[in-house]
């Protein structure tokens, strides 16, 4: 669970009234754990929130877009996007930070901080997936923050990564099915604020919105890490904006 959980819950209810959707899921998320188990603050709290979107995930047939909450909500819908289209499967991770940190690097436990890692398999065992990602199935975009141990690990695995200015690289060659993970500190914090962990240097609301709005094979997103003192016009347009280009 991130720090600023407080304001994740507003935040991911304010992102879900921004989104054009047919319907809308909520999953009763617990949020109470503060234990640190096997390195994960609240890992058995996380467990169960992870069954609990696993089951709703298995019941839905159609294009979802799930809101966040932290990056860890994403471990479900990734997940149940690996068993459906298997190999042929890429997940576009926008973030500022890798999310690569295994559960003996983090002394705060915080969860958020490892999804990539645990979705590849090298994750805490009782949140790692039964069929994991390969390297190859993932793009890591928008990326300007990250420690010697993340550094380490991407090269060890040979993940593709990609800073703010190789972002239009990213998107090359992304025919195939597409799950796109959209944490919003990638963005720049002079345009979007209303972030826990924001990065200097994003990327422009406007270019990211262009670019996902050509991919041509979306099959799933997530928006994550909204945390919202206030709401504020200008960001619930970038949200609408974003939103549109994903579910288009």
Not at 57 to 74: L, P, R, S
């Amino acid at each position: 669970m991130a720090e600023n959980a407080s304001r994740l819950s507003p935040g991911a209810h304010r992102t879900a009234e921004l989104l054009p959707a047919d319907r809308v899921v909520t999953v009763p998320a617990a949020s109470d754990g503060t234990q640190i188990l096997d390195g994960v603050r609240g890992r058995d709290v996380l467990v169960r929130n992870l069954r609990l979107a696993a089951e709703l995930h298995a019941a839905i047939d159609d294009f979802v877009i799930t809101v966040g909450g932290d990056c860890g909500v994403d471990v479900a819908p990734i997940s149940a996007a690996r068993r459906r289209y298997g190999e042929r499967l890429t997940v576009l991770w926008l973030d500022a930070h890798p999310d690569v940190y295994g559960p003996d690097d983090l002394a705060s436990g915080a969860f958020h901080g490892m999804v990539v890692r645990t979705l590849l398999g090298d994750g805490p065992a009782a949140l790692t997936p039964t069929h994991p990602l390969t390297p190859d199935q993932f793009v890591l975009a928008g990326v300007r923050a990250g420690d010697a141990s993340e550094r380490a690990y991407l090269r060890r695995a040979g993940l593709r990564v990609h800073d703010v200015d190789q972002l239009e690289d990213a998107f090359d060659g992304l025919t195939g099915p597409t799950y796109v993970h959209l944490d919003l500190d990638v963005l720049d914090p002079t345009e979007f604020a209303s972030i826990g962990y924001p990065e200097p240097d994003g990327v422009a609301a406007s270019q990211l919105a262009d670019l996902i709005s050509r991919l041509g094979n979306i099959v799933g997103a997530a928006i994550t890490e909204h945390a919202p003192a206030a709401d504020d016009p200008d960001e619930a347009e970038v949200i609408r904006r974003l939103g549109t280009a994903l579910c288009r």
